[in-house]
């Protein structure tokens, strides 16, 4: 658990600064999204001389967010001088697209590494890393609060965008009563719920809800280890526009519906020759598993990645070895 302190020290590093550089997480989602431009949004209603960056680009489910395109891909933001530097929701500079670009960060900045998951790296000079929090945007919103920020409609639904997001719309195991509770201060601060809703709920393309057609009809159960497990194919994929997205989604869907099995693993081969795995768990730490090959994440979500494709054998889904 961060120490509450921790936010005061960021707090008043980020009052003193006068150029702020916010990365958000190179595998974008509603969290790192929320987290980054809520937090950019106070910098500028502050005055101050903040950039916006983020290594691929903006995926147009969240094109509702203020500020949104504002982000830039220009990697030379890291050669210019900055007096803070933050990170949200990047378990380590390689997940956050910005590990071969830290280096290039003048000396004297202050690095923060604002984050959630229980596999972060502390990669920063300030680590405010709250494993408890059920998204990085909580922890913004702790940042808020402890330090009598107030919400404005803007940076309220940035914030209960990543809330949302991460617990499956109050969901799943990582719900937690401080999330439910920002999630309502938010709320009372004017966040335009229905278009998160809109944007990020009731937005399901036909072809997207085809594969999760062929999801549920290829679900099978392993009693050995409470799970339910399901896969996509290359072929599955080729054509469907926004694939990765649908995959992704379809893990919190079964997460939040599946009430017959502890956890749930989606598997999709990528054009590499590697599978990726979706993993949701309600009540075991699964986090481990996954960093076992490579990946991580939280104690229940969590993703990893490896080479092979994907089989099946008596009725069970395999993972064939490349």
């Known amino acids: 658990m961060a120490d509450i302190s921790s936010l005061k020290i960021m707090f008043d590093a980020l009052q003193k ?73 990047a378990n380590m500079p390689g997940a956050g697209g910005f590990a071969d670009l830290q280096p290039r960060l003048k000396p004297g900045h202050v690095f923060i590494n604002v984050d959630h998951h229980v596999t972060n790296t502390k990669f920063g000079h300030v680590n405010i890393v709250m494993v408890e929090a059920c998204s990085t945007c909580e922890v913004v919103y702790r940042f808020f609060e402890e330090n009598g920020i107030e919400l404005d409609d803007r940076i309220a639904t940035s914030l209960l965008t990543g809330l949302c997001t991460d617990t ?99 598997l999709r081969e990528k054009p590499d020759g590697t599978i990726k795995g979706s993993m949701r768990s309600l009540t075991r730490d699964i986090s481990g598993f996954c960093k076992a090959f490579g990946g991580g994440g939280h104690k229940q979500a969590a993703g990893f990645t490896v080479k092979g494709k994907i089989g099946t054998e008596n009725g069970q889904v395999r993972i064939l070895s490349a």
């Open 17 to 89: 600064a006068k150029r702020v550089l916010v990365i958000g997480d190179g595998k974008p989602d509603g969290d790192s999204m929320g987290s980054s431009t809520a937090l950019y949004g106070w910098l500028k209603r502050e005055g101050k001389d903040a950039k916006l960056f983020m290594a691929v680009p903006t995926p147009k489910a969240f094109l509702f967010l203020d500020h949104v395109h504002e982000f830039t891909m220009d990697p030379s933001l890291f050669d210019e001088d900055w007096d803070v530097v933050v990170s949200l929701d």
């Open 168 to 266: 499956s719309h109050f969901s799943n195991a990582g719900t937690n009563v401080k999330g439910i509770e920002a999630a309502g201060v938010c709320a009372a601060n004017g966040a335009r719920h229905a278009d998160i809703l809109r944007y990020l709920v009731q937005n399901k393309s036909v072809s997207a809800l085809k594969l999760w057609g062929l999801a549920l009809e290829r679900l099978v159960f392993n009693p050995g280890y409470d799970a339910a497990v399901t896969y996509f194919t290359r072929t599955d994929l080729d054509g469907t526009p926004r694939a990765a997205e649908a995959v992704e989604r379809n893990s919190n869907f079964l997460h939040a519906t599946c009430g017959g099995a502890d956890v749930i693993l989606v």
